[in-house]
């Protein structure tokens, strides 16, 4: 299995997938983020709990022209994975394609 979610560079990446990339990338972004905050620890469980509803939101907004809010800053993770902020957490930046 590749890595899609190094071919994530905007949310304009998110609206060309299919759905079974979505699934595939809604579990590598599961995987990073378990893999990261088990090094630095965090709260685990707002930010699992927004994967597939913060990939759908890209997919059918307009990012950045339509706004998001998050309850919590911690919902927030993967927003900031498929909006060119990947380098910020190093377990997902050095996945290899």
């Known amino acids: 299995m590749g890595s899609l979610l190094n071919t994530i560079h905007s949310p304009l990446d998110i609206k060309q997938m299919t759905v079974t990339d979505l699934q595939q990338l809604a579990a590598e972004i599961r995987e990073c983020l378990i893999n990261g905050l088990a090094v630095t620890g965090g709260h685990l469980g707002p930010n699992l709990g927004v994967v597939e509803l913060t990939l759908a939101m890209h ?31 190093p377990p997902c930046a050095s996945r290899k394609a």
């Open 59 to 89: 997919y059918v907004f307009d990012t950045p022209k339509d706004h998001f809010i998050f309850d919590v800053s911690h919902q927030s993770y993967i927003h900031k994975l498929i909006t060119g902020g990947a380098s910020s957490f």
